[in-house]
């Protein structure tokens, strides 16, 4: 296990292949899990790429820190991770809130980012009103009050099956994050607005939708899309929200087809 202090925040974070001349990727996470969706994925793209990978403040092993965050406050540390690493260009992936942080790092250190892959996210991502009541749900019952509802979004019925032990796995995980962490990120998704900031992009980019996520439809990642110069849009068939989990192989191929699209870099 590898953590880093972040200012007052410790991040648990992981490193592989770096030191090589292969392309990184660093991967953010989306809301209610850990870096350890991210697995499957990893084994499809093999050994040409490196990968940094973290639990995003408030997930995982990492400090939840204070309450509630900004989207800023996660792109900062990856910044801190990427500088930490010495990783001076990277391909910054990112699923859901992930997808926002993205956009964030993206908006503060542009000169980090190659490439960016903006999964099952938008420039904006629901109303006030939505997250304000799924914080208040949370701090009346707790977040195993969600985690049903959470799951229906998330994952295809077809995926959610009782003996399915990846949706079992994935539903375990949401549970166990820690309440001040998803309440927090919540807030951050919440405030976060970043439809102005997307048309400066200028580094290849590409937004991809499950054809039957919940969370963020295909015409929300759509709509994303549309406001980034030259981005590409793809959609995964069969699919929900987290792909890396549903659908790992099809997702890797669809991102892996863009990224040997990228100038050599």
């Not at 990112?94 to 420039?123: E, K, M």
């Not at 980034?228 to 929900?240: K, T």
């Not at 929200?241 to 549903?246: M, T």
Request: hydrophobic share 45%; net charge negative.
């Amino acid at each position: 296990m590898h953590f880093l202090r972040v200012g007052e925040n410790v991040i648990h974070y992981r490193a592989l292949g770096l030191g090589s001349r292969r392309p990184v990727i660093a991967f953010i996470n989306s809301l209610g899990t850990d870096f350890r969706i991210w697995d499957a994925v990893i084994e499809e793209l093999g050994h040409e790429y490196a990968f940094i990978l973290h639990d995003k403040r408030g997930h995982g092993l990492s400090d939840v820190g204070r309450s509630p965050c900004s989207i800023d406050d996660h792109a900062g540390d990856l910044v801190a991770l990427l500088d930490h690493l010495g990783v001076k260009s990277a391909i910054v992936w990112g699923l859901s809130v992930g997808g926002l942080i993205a956009q964030g790092f993206y908006a503060r250190r542009p000169d980090l980012a190659r490439a960016l892959v903006l999964s099952n996210t938008a420039h904006r991502i629901g109303a006030a009103e939505m997250w304000n009541a799924r914080i208040d749900k949370i701090t009346a019952d707790g977040l195993a009050s969600l985690v049903d509802p959470v799951m229906e979004r998330w994952f295809t019925p077809a995926f959610r099956q009782p003996d399915n032990a990846t949706y079992a796995g994935a539903r375990n995980m949401l549970s166990q994050q820690p309440e001040a962490g998803y309440s927090g990120t919540c807030a951050a998704i919440r405030d976060a607005d970043f439809t102005e900031e997307v048309g400066r992009i200028t580094v290849p980019a590409l937004c991809v939708a499950g054809d039957q996520d919940g969370s963020t439809p295909p015409a929300l990642v759509h709509s994303l899309a549309n406001l980034i110069p030259a981005s590409r849009f793809v959609i995964i068939p069969d699919c929900g929200h987290i792909p890396c989990v549903e659908q790992p192989r099809a997702y890797a191929h669809a991102v892996g087809d863009f990224l040997k699209t990228l100038p050599e870099h």
